[in-house]
């Protein structure tokens, strides 16, 4: 945490560590205990408060994974036999050989539809301003719905793009994010300052997809894909560091867990989203 | 959550916000801030304006229109705003407040550049309405944002999320290609920008501190001009999206 270039914690009204006293206890605002050990610079209990977060996180991606693959599986076929029909008596085929069954017929007509396209809009939203104030099981169980929502809407993915190119992109997205959190967590650098910029940069993403409604450029497609892939690997960069101030800087000992769950939450979108831009990168479309 | 993102602020700024009796070096600050806002976007109009006029004869692209749209140049002209608002973003507090200020210009000019696409696809008139109709409207989030005593820092997570909600809900409309459903994103992209605007008034208005020097204060107005500027091309664009008529 050597945020101000200082060893050891540098935040406010922390003691450095001395050399003479190389196990010096910090005593955090939460009036807890935290070891340290100065040999070899780990704190402990950060440490493991880190790996909880990551955890978390990963248990979303999972739960998004599985989810969008299990609809996935109900709701598209390869079997014509199987499909459903509309209302003029033609099967509903999506790709050369994917068809909707009843299920998806049901899932991606509206009113469905909106729900699964605004669902994990709608509870980010919402519980947006409670965070705050959440419990640790409120917190996880928010988490898991949001997860499970993007799970949803991510099943349509496959439609589009093959399955082969979204494993890839898959597994390239965790490769990057794992290099950037770790220089998030590990950089002694002040990334605070980044976060006026990756904000500058979001909106920017958000008005030129817009403009991009109205001219239709492909080429531009690709071009807010590679700004939008670097704003949300910056963010998790960012969002790593962040996480690790908010924990040091809590005021009680029971902030822990909650923080764990929104910090995980941060660290999903921002790997969520620089999932999707790749994907819309490097990602093969079906025919 | 982007609760964390605000962390900081919320510290640094909390104490200050029940001082709300008239004070003459932040109205000047907010002045400033909007007049650096308003030229801009004036700078933009103008330079969208007269770039659809030489684009554009008789409904075919002129050979200017056709190396601004068509040929390679327009990946300049597009990813050039984008670049701008990084480039300053990250060298603000490096640059003197005269180059800052010019480097917003050449932004809203550039802006312009690209938004001269709009007058190809909407009709002169309703590109104006919707504009006049933004400019209300904006104007009045501002200056509730400006006036509330509410503290509209727990906004920020909430705008924060919607528009990652609305990256995920435009993913969903990739492949589903359901105009009804970009009519949906739109509204919510409305009260999304909306939301910004006061809440941005806020946090530049919080942003004021008597004692900074010029150079300083000069920065802060201009990243405070920058962000209500882009707030408004943003609710903008959205807006043309319901109010604009195809041409």
């Known amino acids: 945490m050597a945020a101000n270039g200082k060893p050891g914690f540098g935040t406010r009204g922390v003691p450095p560590i001395s050399a003479a006293n190389p196990y010096l206890g910090v005593t955090t605002p939460a009036g807890g205990y935290r070891h340290y050990d100065a040999a070899t610079g780990i704190d402990e209990s950060l440490r493991a408060f880190m790996v909880s977060v990551y955890n978390i996180m990963v248990l979303g991606l999972i739960t998004t994974g599985s989810v969008a693959y299990l609809v996935y599986v109900i709701t598209v076929t390869g079997d014509p036999s199987l499909a459903a029909y509309r209302d003029d008596g033609t099967l509903i085929q999506m790709t050369e050989t994917e068809y909707l069954t009843e299920l998806g017929a049901f899932l991606w007509a509206a009113p469905v539809s909106y729900a699964v396209c605004f669902g994990p809009l709608l509870v980010l939203v919402l519980t947006a301003p409670m965070w705050r104030n959440l419990g640790p099981s409120a917190a996880a169980i928010i988490f898991m719905t949001v997860a499970v929502l993007i799970g949803v809407s991510f099943s349509g993915l496959a439609l589009t793009y093959t399955n082969s190119s979204i494993a890839q992109m898959f597994f390239a997205t965790a490769a990057g994010f794992g290099g950037l959190s770790l220089y998030g967590y590990t950089t002694g650098k002040d990334l605070s300052g980044w976060g006026s910029f990756l904000w500058m940069g979001l909106f920017a993403v958000i008005g030129a997809i817009i403009i991009n409604i109205f001219i239709g450029v492909p080429a531009m497609d690709f071009a807010i894909s590679v700004i939008g892939a670097v704003v949300f690997a910056g963010f998790t960069a960012y969002d790593t560091q962040m996480i690790k101030e908010a924990y040091s800087n809590r005021f009680r000992e029971d902030e822990a867990r909650p923080l764990a769950i929104s910090g995980a939450l941060d660290l999903y979108l921002d790997f969520i989203n620089m999932f999707r831009f790749l994907l819309a990168l490097f990602g093969t479309e079906e025919d | ?247």
Do not use: C, H
Not at chain 2, 6 to 31: P, W
């Open chain 2, 1 to 247: 959550m982007a609760d964390l993102r605000n962390y900081q602020s919320r510290v640094a700024t909390g104490a200050t916000r029940a001082d709300t009796s008239i004070d003459e070096g932040l109205r000047s600050y907010m002045i400033r801030v909007y007049n650096l806002m308003a030229l801009g976007l004036a700078i933009t109009g103008v330079a969208a304006f007269a770039t659809a006029q030489m684009a554009v004869t008789n409904g075919q692209l002129t050979q200017f229109g056709a190396v601004l749209f068509t040929s390679p140049l327009r990946w300049v002209v597009m990813l050039a705003p984008l670049g701008f608002v990084f480039f300053l973003s990250a060298r603000i507090n490096k640059m003197s407040v005269p180059a800052a200020q010019t480097t917003f210009w050449a932004f809203a000019g550039l802006m312009g550049l690209s938004l001269a696409s709009i007058f190809l696809v909407y009709t002169g008139e309703s590109i104006v309405r919707t504009f006049f109709i933004t400019a209300a409207s904006f104007g009045a989030l501002s200056l509730w944002g400006y006036t509330t005593k509410r503290d509209l820092t727990g906004m920020g997570s909430f705008m924060f999320m919607g528009l990652i909600g609305l990256i995920i809900a435009s993913l969903v409309n990739i492949f589903l290609q359901s105009s009804a459903m970009q009519f949906a994103i739109s509204a919510i992209g409305v009260l999304v920008f909306a939301g910004l605007t006061a809440y941005d008034t806020q946090a530049i208005k919080e942003m004021y501190y008597e004692g900074d020097g010029e150079a300083v204060m000069g920065r802060k107005a201009i990243m405070g001009a920058l962000r209500l500027y882009l707030d408004f091309i943003n609710l903008f664009l959205f807006l043309l999206q319901f109010l604009g008529n195809r041409e």
